[in-house]
């Protein structure tokens, strides 16, 4: 199950990513989508129509620009979890917006290892290869 990741602000939740459920009350999503914002502010509005969530707790490496968004209540459904080989093809179902370009592209590296900041070991991770031209998200 996939959702927009909504940012409350003033009253109006304004849509800043997209997020995929991967447990019942776990969610990922880019974690320059969450950084500036506090738990209480974020929502996970799950697609069609299922609802939103609360956010109670995101755990995040900038580094990796990966979140963990640690969900209030259970989810109606968990996304299957896959495996993809590198060269393999792939997309975003669900931008954050309808004016979003729909991205794709190639796996790059299936299980690239990137070394933990304890050094106590490595993490795989899969690096994607954007055709699109997408937005600046340094800051």
Do not use: C
């Amino acid at each position: 199950m996939q959702g927009r990741v909504v940012i409350n602000r003033n009253g109006r939740g304004e849509a800043q990513g997209s997020g995929v459920v991967i447990a019942q009350r776990r969610a990922v999503t880019a974690a320059h989508v969450v950084k500036h914002y506090a738990p209480e502010d974020i929502v996970l509005r799950l697609e069609g129509g299922a609802g939103d969530i609360g956010v109670v707790r995101v755990e995040s490496d900038q580094e990796l620009d990966i979140a963990i968004l640690h969900l209030a209540a259970d989810t109606p459904a968990v996304s299957p979890v896959t495996t993809l080989a590198d060269g393999e093809r792939w997309r975003v179902s669900l931008p954050v917006t309808t004016t979003d370009p729909q991205l794709t592209g190639r796996v790059s590296s299936a299980g690239r290892p990137y070394r933990t900041r304890s050094g106590d070991g490595n993490i795989f991770a899969m690096q994607l290869h954007v055709n699109e031209t997408i937005k600046d998200y340094s800051s």
